[in-house]
């Protein structure tokens, strides 16, 4: 089955530093990948959508790569804020039709004045 | 961009009786809305499609006896937990993708709902 793994444990970052988060899935062609930011008691905020065909997406501090090789993506912040601190989570459409989300786990992020 | 909101933001209700959540696409007209739920510490999942004007689609083991949904208007969709249970207290999320073929999907602020 669909499987999308996201580094559960939380990742603590001096501000200033780059945050890098992981997504890997397996038993699955996605055409293109999604991250997402949530707020504690919130719901998540799209950030960024990555197609197949594209290796590297940029949106202002965030960068995100997408190896359909590896199946994996990459998250970056760059230049981290504390207002960075939330969760990130990636998502990938379902293998049926309709377009529906399927998400990971999260990753916390924790940055630090 | 996108809004949608979501009502109510919080709810708590005794065991037993049913909870209406609202969720409204405000400034875009949404065919299909999605509605997921989340316990603490873990990610979401998707309960049910509402589609406008047709019967939504549930997921596996989601009961719809349990989750009715109504997609009454291109831009309101409701979800009634009925007869509720403490364990169905969680955090109740909607979405909306805009027409126009975009793959994003904007999400309410959720509804945290506790059952005593």
């Known amino acids: 089955s669909q499987k999308i793994e996201q580094n559960s444990e939380a990742l603590n970052i001096q501000e200033g530093k780059t945050a890098t988060l992981t997504c890997n899935y397996t038993?699955?062609?996605?055409?293109?990948l999604q991250w997402y930011r949530q707020d504690p008691g919130r719901g998540p905020v799209f950030l960024l959508l990555?197609?197949?065909?594209?290796k590297e997406k940029r949106k202002e501090r965030l960068k995100v790569t997408f190896d359909t090789t590896l199946k994996q993506s990459l998250f970056h912040i760059t230049a981290s804020q504390p207002a960075d601190s939330a969760t990130y989570l990636c998502?990938?459409?379902?293998?049926?039709?309709?377009?529906?989300?399927?998400f990971g786990g999260g990753t916390r992020v924790l940055v630090k004045p | 961009g996108a809004v949608v909101s979501q009502h109510p933001s919080r709810v708590i209700c005794k065991s037993g009786t049913s909870v209406k959540i609202e969720c409204r696409s405000l400034d875009f007209q949404a065919t299909t809305m999605f509605w997921y739920r989340q316990f603490p510490k873990q990610s979401l999942m998707l309960m049910a499609t509402s589609n406008e004007g047709s019967k939504a689609t549930y997921e596996q083991g989601v009961e719809k006896d349990k989750f009715l949904i109504n997609h009454a208007s291109l831009t309101l969709s409701t979800l009634t937990v009925t007869s509720a249970h403490p364990e169905d207290s969680s955090f109740y999320i909607c979405?909306?993708?805009?027409?126009?073929?975009?793959?994003?999907?904007?999400f309410g602020p959720g509804t945290r709902l506790t059952v005593l």
């Open positions: 990555i197609r197949e065909n594209e």
């Open positions: 998502a990938l459409p379902g293998a049926a039709a309709g377009n529906k989300l399927t």
């Open positions: 979405s909306a993708r805009p027409p126009g073929g975009a793959y994003e999907q904007f």
């Open positions: 038993n699955y062609s996605p055409a293109y």
